[in-house]
């Protein structure tokens, strides 16, 4: 296991809601499997904020970010073999895109965790675009 500085930290954290983001779009367009090995590379396409690290980098970076999706039960491993080995997975339930109201940031959660917010754990969440809600809502307006 390798130690981890803060900056780190702050930067897995970072990779973790870019992936939930890839995650996210994917499975609204009814894709659910992923491939490990695929991702390093998904991001540096997908994103500009990895446009310019190296696929190694990222491709260290991706494994404790997987490992915590599936203690979280986020993702689940679709072959049953060590997590370190994790060739396929799929997401345990469709992604929620919450918005905090509290400090407006961003959560893309599973239907396994609790409604709360990943930065401060405020549970004043709401959908995010908040145009995308539920007719049922206009009558309060
Ligand atoms: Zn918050």
Known sequence: ??????SDQK???ELEWYLLDHFFRQSNKGI???ERKS???DMITLYLRYR????EKINEMVNPVINNLLMRQVITDKENISNDNIKLFELTSYLSRLQCSTCFYISYLSANEPRNCLRC???????????IQKKKDTSNK
């Open 121 to 131: 754990t405020s549970d004043m969440l709401h959908d995010f675009p908040k145009t």
């Open 39 to 41: 991702l390093p590379q």
């Open 32 to 34: 659910t499997q992923f």
């Open 11 to 13: 930067e897995l954290k």
């Open 52 to 55: 310019n690290y190296n696929l």
């Open 1 to 6: 296991m390798m130690s981890l500085g803060l």
